[in-house]
């Protein structure tokens, strides 16, 4: 389990652009629950991937779920624009499809009709993915 000083080491180097295009009406949503430091530094990389792309959608919205808020990896979003969003869950739950219950929570923050569901670990190839998926849905 990663402690509190060895995951703000982790934070991404990302600059804000200005002017970087705004895709209306679209959020990006992730879900990510568990304490393995692998998965953890995958998201990290493809967040930090993300993050850089240009365009950008109306919301991106993560979604955290660890067994207490200690556990929690990435509260640090929240500085980079992202709606975070922690829950806590029990014992009982452990070994759910926790995935799909946290995309949802995601998907009632956003005003967004056009929303896209992202494993958290996946890095696109090219910067203006974005703009494929948005065409997508016309």
Known sequence: ??????????????????????????????????????????????????????????????????????????????NYGVKYIFKEYTEESEGLLLKTALWNIGAASTNAEKLCFIDSDIVFCNQDWLESVYSAFD
């Open 1 to 78: 389990m990663l402690k509190n000083e060895q995951i703000n080491s982790l934070h991404i180097a990302y600059e804000k652009h200005d002017n970087c295009k705004i895709l209306e009406n679209i959020a990006i949503i992730y879900g990510f629950f568990g304490t393995d430091i692998f998965r953890i530094l995958a998201t990290t990389r493809a967040l930090s991937i993300m993050l850089k792309s240009d365009p950008k959608p109306q919301d991106i919205v993560f979604v955290e779920a660890q067994r207490n808020k200690d556990n929690a990896a990435f509260a640090w979003l929240e």
